[in-house]
């Protein structure tokens, strides 16, 4: 393997094939998406995608197994009429700025030989969400920002860069006239962020035209708040006694000068 | 995309045309006298340039649309029987060290196909400004280095290095037997330097036998000082304040021993 | 030299062969295995290997010549009708990403060409040992985990990272559908560790069917447990010492506020 | 430029030459030997060598023209009868761990092209030295050692490194059956080395059987020795006043605590 390659398992034909990215990032937000939507909707595989430009090491798998570090297409076929989907997902990012690059390319020629009509790619946005997550979405063309906006996206703020797979393939995509729309999410992006998920996921389901069950992205939420509260109390307790030892300290300088 | 690649997107001929670069840099100078030239002159679009090793990401543009890190090359139609002008500059230099010699190569073959009689490229030069920002120049021969000290620049100090592709573009021109300049002018490159920037543009409007409005550029001058000024003062209080510390630091340590 | 390169000493053939590898990395244990299986079992040179990939330095020898880092292939026939042994060592393993993938593929290509029926590599897993280190298995297939466990290796916890080439050779192999099976020693790994080398070597006899006098490997353990004491005794002092230290901090502290 | 490339300057035919290199390394040893050599014995320029691996920035020459990075043959022609000389000397190593097995890789063919016959490579061991700085001999066979002895070098202690040019090509000539030696001689290489240079020129001379002047170099040395002289007393300055600090420290903390 001297280049990234992708190795198909199936030879289907898809009807006009929706592509949905989402790779680890900023709160794995397109990560969490992209396998809720899968495994709601029984995804089945279609191809892998392997790279030396990934880690240079393997996984062992639950059976005792190994596998290179890889990116994954599912394919989902659409019984009422609309797009069929294709889901890309993975275990991780290439790590070179070249290799970035080279993967993007790889996935976009794929798309191009599954005859995909459009692509969604899905990722974070670093900044804490007042409430529910804002979704901010960026385009190659006016018409698929403009359904963006109607599913429930915002307009993404200007000169903001969207860094990585999610980026790249959106430019590349733009070159070659394809169809494409990014859509970022508020998060801090420190932790898993299943909230910031569920937003996009409300956006998306509109946007696609489709419904998968959120129940059990719920008890995430529920368990990811749990969590959150606890680090929120040990860095509170951490700043107190940051706190006052520098008290202790001013006290010793103004005692001694 | 797998290697840097140039997108014209007019074929059109052009008269003994004159390459001028200014990437971002020292001071973002090259980059602010092409712009200004670029403005002034209502140059039109010439090509894209993309490359694979520009960063990872993309932009997001006003309207909400994005697209990946490029240079561009604009050009001016010299209306009164001088040189054609070519403008390149762009968001960003290459990442790695292959990278800036591929774009600088790209940038050059380029250049030969649009049959570019010359070559000037523009950067700062790590040096405090007594007054006027100095401006210095070297060539790929003393025809070119006669010129340009004729226009008002000083000669280079030997040794200096000239990093990036201002300096590789000279470089690799050598080797073709292209005429090149470079100008540097001197800034202390933390911040936009507008001054310095029409250091460079009144050597270049002489070089070239053009004139263009510097009003705007003006308004920025006064700008920026009033940012330095502000600088400056934050730089002294906090100056101050250190100064305080160690005296208390002092007198701990004298009261002691 | 432009990429790795298998270079053979001689032009053999041999019956089913099975590749051992075992390159420098956690406590050295891969290179001491197999080091220690070539030399009881008098293996004989049958290939180098060469990669502009590897640090750029060469190594002077005894006889104060000089070579180029690299792997060795050697070979051992078995005479009691079993498969024969190739193993694969050297000074270092790949150091880019991309490196590592090539390495990996030449050396894979090589086994190939060799008509290699199995692999076996070898590695370190960072976990201090209760008793005897553990040694744990993954392979590309259940039919070699299950040779592997019944010659006494645990199963690999799921999730754990194979990282190098120990790993890649495996996800490779899998990819070309070869068998091949890794086994990772408990090791601290600062230091290299015959000690964790000697339970694999225990596994690696069972499942090869072969026997090695491992007298030289006690001799090497007894001396790294004398080292490992010393480092001991070294560590217990520093830490009284800082303990010291921090006392008195501790009572200048509460002196003073 | 994708590649490293040499430019011929001239088309000759040299009598059994021996490659001479030295480039910018420890204590720039190398790089003095070489340039000392082609001072005295008028050699006359061969060819440049660039390389996209280089980095990336021109350099300014003393008439305000520019030039890549490179580095330089030069020949001597031998009137006696012994062998012609071409020395390699240049501005910088390559940047990236490829990149100098590419520029090694380079500056054999073109050595090979020129019909060379032995490869002298000359570099700094990083000792400090007692009287005379030792120079050790590390070579590609045992005759090419044998005659580095005898010209008065010691043997190469073994397991030592040889980084960078001077090691590959000593590597690299090996796998093709190329004779080559390489001279280390002992430097604290910190800064420019004109004594451990004249070591290495009094071996190298008797080797070769030439003859230079190097009164130009023992006034290098005089002058190198009273730089350092200067540099140690400001380092006895240094170490006192901080003997001072720690000595208030200590008093400090006993009469607190």
Not at 135 to 148: D, G, Q
Request: hydrophobic residues 40%; contains cysteine.
């Amino acid at each position: 393997m001297k280049e990234t390659m992708v190795i198909a398992k199936e030879n289907i034909e898809l009807k006009d094939p929706v592509l949905i990215e989402g790779l680890p990032g900023l709160g794995m937000v397109g990560k969490i998406v992209v396998e809720q939507l899968m495994k709601q909707m029984k995804a089945k595989k279609l191809a892998d995608l392997y790279s030396p430009h990934f880690a240079y090491y393997v996984l062992v798998t639950d059976d005792g197994s190994i596998r290179l570090l890889r990116s994954e297409f599912h394919y989902w076929r659409n019984e009422d009429g609309g797009n069929d989907l294709i889901f890309l997902t993975g275990d991780s990012q290439a790590q070179t700025i070249e290799g970035q690059y080279e993967v993007a390319n790889a996935i976009l020629d794929f798309a191009e030989k599954q005859d995909v009509k459009r692509i969604i790619t899905i990722g974070g946005y670093r900044e804490e969400a007042k409430d529910e997550p804002q979704v901010f979405a960026s385009a190659t063309n006016e018409a698929m920002l403009k359904r963006a906006l109607e599913a429930g996206a915002q307009n993404s703020p200007a000169g903001n860069p969207i860094v990585g797979t999610a980026g790249l393939l959106l430019g590349l995509a733009k070159l070659k006239d394809l169809d494409a729309v990014c859509f970022l999410v508020e998060t801090l992006g420190y932790l898993p962020d299943p909230k910031a998920a569920k937003s996009i996921l409300a956006v998306l389901m509109k946007m696609l035209g489709v419904k998968v069950d959120l129940k059990g992205l719920d008890k995430e939420i529920a368990k990811s708040e749990q969590i959150e509260e606890k680090i929120k109390v040990i860095e509170e307790q951490r700043r107190t006694s940051e706190k006052r030892r520098h008290k202790i300290e001013e006290e010793k300088t103004s005692y001694i000068s």
